[in-house]
């Protein structure tokens, strides 16, 4: 049975390790060389967890993690927006995936991030199958951005 748990600093390889899978390319691609995560523009999403407005939460079953969902504050990046709207990212291990987890763990993070920003943001590539989970959640299409990914905003 899955439980939610806050995402912490001691979580921190835990977190590189969902960022890594996040990082979605259309078919054939495989997952993307675990060397992507020192590239600065990959890295700013988890680096040094547990800044103040940073919000995740990680999905475990027993002493499992199935994957997580965490969002950041950020001046820079793909998903940025504004000074205002935190980035997110979610992740399951690719085990996990397809199972409905996505919409319970994504769910909880918007109902964490409700009174303290007034939206969210992510981008997804327009072939991730996971764009359909993100509007079932709350989240349309802002506008498209670099490389054809589309950047998508919840309004909190």
């Not at 950041?72 to 000074?83: A, F, H, I, K």
């Not at 939206?119 to 327009?126: K, R, Y």
Request: hydrophobic fraction near 45%; include cysteine.
């Amino acid at each position: 049975m899955m439980k939610l748990i806050p995402v912490e600093p001691k979580h921190q390889q835990l977190l590189w390790d969902i960022l890594h899978v996040s990082l979605w390319d259309p078919p054939p691609a495989g997952l993307r060389p675990r060397e992507v995560l020192d590239m600065p523009s990959v890295a700013i999403y988890a680096q040094d967890w547990g800044r103040p407005t940073d919000v995740g939460v990680l999905a475990v079953d027993d002493d499992t993690v199935m994957g997580g969902c965490w969002s950041r504050l950020l001046t820079t990046g793909l998903g940025y927006v504004n000074e205002e709207t935190p980035q997110l990212g979610i992740a399951l291990f690719p085990e996990y995936q397809r199972k409905g987890l996505g919409t319970a763990l994504m769910m909880h993070q918007l109902d964490s991030l409700r009174g303290r920003f007034p939206a969210v943001a992510l981008t997804v590539h327009p072939q991730n199958g996971a764009r359909l989970l993100y509007e079932k959640c709350g989240f349309a299409l802002h506008r498209e951005i670099a490389r054809g990914y589309l950047l998508m905003l919840a309004k909190l």
